[in-house]
């Protein structure tokens, strides 16, 4: 326990140090953490645990001790189904946060919860590679897809934190590079990203690490992530 409370602090730190709007929402404090060092998909702080498919595992060599390892072949990945209360925080303000190491960037792939991972308001949030360098997030309200991407904002073989922050009027995307500052790269779409509550649900979906589904809104076309998974944490 003293080692997950100083991961999680850890964590906290780069989120607190790059979030103002939602400050009211990280006094509420860690609602679920997966930091894998137990070897499974484990919940740290209540009880949405998750399982592993087709090639995801859990090994020595993350950010911190143990993390989720996915290989880029089909359907390698981990699904977490949440709770009423987690639905709940994310349909409002809320922030979302991971460390990630990138082997090789899949389209859209990455950590997300919806049906599709775009092309429409088919998600409730998105933190998805699009290639080694490039980056997307978003959420969706109503019939809105609230997304942007920041090309450049990541790149391959190293670890980077990345936090998306709503607070129920706006989205921002924080990046940090291991040893680098936090900053907000710049989306053509613009980040910040008008973006208010409340976020969509897809409550009889999954929260998946490792993977994209729906790419280009087709259905079936999915992606899967050749990288490395750690600490996402979820206020």
């Known amino acids: 326990m003293i080692r997950l409370a100083t991961q999680i602090c850890f964590v906290a730190f780069f989120v607190l140090s790059c979030v103002s709007l939602v400050q009211a929402d990280l006094n509420k404090g860690i609602v679920a953490a997966w930091t894998f060092d137990d070897g499974k998909v484990t919940d740290a702080i209540g009880k949405n645990h998750g399982k592993l498919f087709k090639g995801a595992v859990v090994k020595n060599g993350g950010k911190f001790g143990k993390a989720l390892d996915v ?3 089909d359907d390698c990945r981990a699904d977490i189904k949440l709770s009423k209360d987690i639905e709940k925080v994310i349909e409002g303000p809320n922030t979302v946060a991971y460390w990630l190491y990138v082997r090789e960037g899949r389209n859209h792939s990455g950590v997300w919860k919806g049906e599709k991972v775009g092309w429409g308001a088919n998600f409730t949030f998105r933190m998805v ?48 590079h291991e040893g680098g500052k936090t900053e907000i790269p710049a989306s053509g779409q613009q980040n910040p990203h008008a973006a208010p509550e409340p976020y969509n ?20 076309n999915d992606t899967f992530l050749d990288g490395i998974i750690d600490d996402v944490i979820i206020w």
Do not use: M
Not at 137 to 149: D, I, K, P, S
Not at 161 to 174: L, N, P, R, S, W
Not at 208 to 215: A, P, S, T, Y
């Open 71 to 73: 290989n880029g072949s």
């Open 129 to 176: 590679t699009t290639s080694n360098n490039n980056f997307t997030w978003g959420v969706t309200h109503g019939g809105t897809e609230a997304w942007f991407a920041t090309d450049g904002a990541i790149e391959p073989e190293k670890w980077i934190h990345v936090c998306q922050t709503v607070d129920g009027k706006e989205a921002i995307g924080y990046v940090t």
């Open 201 to 220: 649900l897809f409550p009889d979906v999954p929260l998946e690490f490792g993977c994209g589904r729906g790419v280009g809104g087709n259905v079936g």
